[in-house]
């Protein structure tokens, strides 16, 4: 549900319905805003900062400008995110499922190569699209369906 019509939703229902402000079923609404609230709680957005799973892919509200790119105790340094944006893509503003993952090191036994620790990266982009995430939450689980097995035709197979 869009933010803003939530908030209009919740602004109607309480106006009191003899003044003539409400135009749905107040108790219904009531309910609908409730359900919304408790989804909301459940699924509530929290700073990267405060320890997301590293082991599953997660929903993510990132930022690339976000990020200075400097790294604030060395200004002669990248941060790690703009270590891996600039050396890769990097994922534009707004939602994305993320991964954890993408390190790398090219070094051997004969010759001292660079290596670059895990990050943040868009899921399926095979590690190749850094993302800045600010804040995130779980997905949801996926929805129980059965799949049919269609021919080339398009028919079932049953």
Partial sequence: MDATLYQQLKKDAAHDSNNGHSF?????LRSLI???DVLTNQ????SIDDNPPRDCPILAWCDHEA???QDPDNPKRL?????HAEGLSHAATGWHIIEWGGAWDDS???YDGGWMPDWW???GSEFECAANPLFWMLL??????????????GEDND
């Avoid at 749905?24 to 219904?28: E, L, M, R, S, Y």
């Avoid at 699924?43 to 929290?46: D, K, P, S, Y």
């Avoid at 941060?79 to 270590?83: D, E, F, I, R």
């Fill in 121 to 123: 990266f868009v899921a």
């Fill in 108 to 110: 051997s036994w004969e």
């Fill in 67 to 69: 990020d200075s790119g």
């Fill in 43 to 46: 699924m509530q957005l929290r």
């Fill in 140 to 153: 949801p689980n996926p929805p129980e369906y059965e799949r049919k097995n269609l021919n080339q035709e």
């Fill in 79 to 83: 941060t790690l995110y703009a270590g």
């Fill in 34 to 36: 409730n359900a919304y």
């Fill in 24 to 28: 749905v079923d107040t108790d219904a």
